[in-house]
């Protein structure tokens, strides 16, 4: 019997739905395909690529614009631009393309218009942010030039021009009051900020303090690590004296006792307690471990409890072990110290010395204490004009190649008249 026509149209039915889902995919994958591949190519600057791509990309058109006119091609940047409006008139690339070639043809009118259009567009295109913080500062707008100093910091841009905008602010009433106004959510830049105050001429490092103060009062206090940082830069430029008041201020009052000035006059931490990590910066006047030291002193618990300082000897490391400063009235004292261990053969000894300026101060080691060790006991004399003293254990050639670790606790400095 010959097949009938509906026998054959039946496979013909088969195969042709699944050949026109395979067609009507591709022609709705490939145009996507073909944008999203443009997409990439301008994310990776590579306009030119991108436009083969998609001859209508916006924002090919726009980088490609942009591109013409930093090589000097303003026409042609322009036409561009243009181009790229017409397809994403809300372009901030194309915008400031346009904005800068009307500036460069004197429609300086034009160009703010088109300028401050795109500054409330977008906050991370590098060039506008640049133009509209010079633009606010020749209108003498400080608050609008740092809140555009601020866009660049946050994304990592340019620190080299918005940080020594930030230190310059401080001066100025008016323009710190702006800084804190940027500051008080505690931006990405506010660390590195804070940092840059380390090369702060003495001159300027009143109005940090105005600054930490404006701070506090629009509820951003500084952090333990930003104080450190100013005290340590106070110290350096010879304010030691206010730097610790205002250590002794940031205390618990359950604390202060222990680092006051008197007759019983102690080093602070005199029994190792609070020392912060190794690495972590603390305050100038609490005990700082050496980095370079890791491995060759710590912090271990003492037999008796509480804390204690530990040195292993017979290490080829030399210099520094732990330090801090202190703040005392010239006059003579003397440091009294629990030692365990042979600290002469492990080549431990004291370190005082003025600061600023490094110059060490003459010790008498080994006064009588009841037992006659020299280091347990030490006394020295801080002259007129040392305002602070560098207070440190150093490592020096040991007399052996090992040994048991010696240990220091309850260390205490006082005035003997």
Request: include cysteine; hydrophobic fraction near 45%; charge should be positive.
């Amino acid at each position: 019997m010959a097949p009938t026509h509906g026998t054959q149209a039946q496979p013909r039915r088969k195969w042709l739905r699944p050949a026109l889902w395979v067609v009507g995919w591709a022609l709705v994958a490939f145009p996507l395909a073909r944008a999203q591949l443009a997409d990439m190519a301008v994310l990776n600057r590579m306009p030119q690529q991108a436009l083969l791509l998609d001859a209508g990309n916006a924002r090919a058109l726009a980088a490609l614009g942009a591109a013409l006119q930093v090589s000097g091609d303003q026409q042609n940047g322009m036409t561009l631009a243009r181009g790229a409006l017409k397809r994403e008139p809300l372009n901030v690339v194309a915008l400031r393309t346009l904005g800068l070639a009307l500036e460069q043809s004197g429609d300086v009118a034009g160009a703010n218009r088109v300028m401050f259009l795109a500054g409330t567009l977008g906050w991370r295109d590098v060039a506008l942010q640049l133009w509209l913080l010079k633009a606010y500062a020749l209108k003498d707008d400080v608050a609008s030039a740092l809140r555009r100093a601020d866009a660049l910091a946050r994304i990592g841009k340019q620190s080299n021009i918005t940080l020594p905008i930030f230190l310059a602010s401080l001066p100025d009433d008016r323009t710190r009051a702006a800084l804190v106004a940027e500051m008080k959510d505690r931006p990405t830049w506010r660390g590195p900020f804070f940092y840059k105050i380390l090369q702060l001429p003495a001159d300027q490092m009143p109005y940090v303090g105005r600054l930490i103060a404006e701070l506090a009062a629009a509820g951003s206090p500084i952090t333990p690590a930003e104080r450190a940082i100013y005290l340590t830069r106070l110290v350096q430029v010879g304010q030691a004296r206010a730097a610790y008041d205002d250590w002794l201020r940031s205390r618990p009052a359950a604390q202060r006792g222990g680092a006051a000035q008197g007759g019983a006059a102690l080093s602070w931490d005199g029994g190792f307690e609070r020392v912060p990590a190794t690495g972590t910066l603390g305050a100038p006047f609490e005990w700082q471990l050496t980095p370079e030291s890791t491995g060759i002193a710590g912090i271990e618990p003492a037999d008796a409890g509480g804390q204690r300082l530990w040195v292993s000897p017979g290490r080829d490391y030399r210099g520094r072990v732990i330090s801090q400063t202190m703040v005392l009235a010239p006059g003579r004292y003397r440091l009294d110290a629990r030692v365990k261990g042979d600290p002469a053969s492990a080549g431990l000894r004291w370190s005082i010395r003025c600061v600023p300026g490094d110059s060490e101060l003459p010790q008498n080691v080994g006064v009588p204490d009841g037992n006659g060790r020299p280091f347990a006991t030490v006394a020295f004399t801080v002259p007129a004009g040392c305002t602070a003293q560098s207070l440190a254990v150093e490592l020096e050639a040991s007399d052996g190649e090992g040994g048991e670790n010696v240990t220091i606790d309850d260390v205490t400095i006082r005035e003997v008249g």
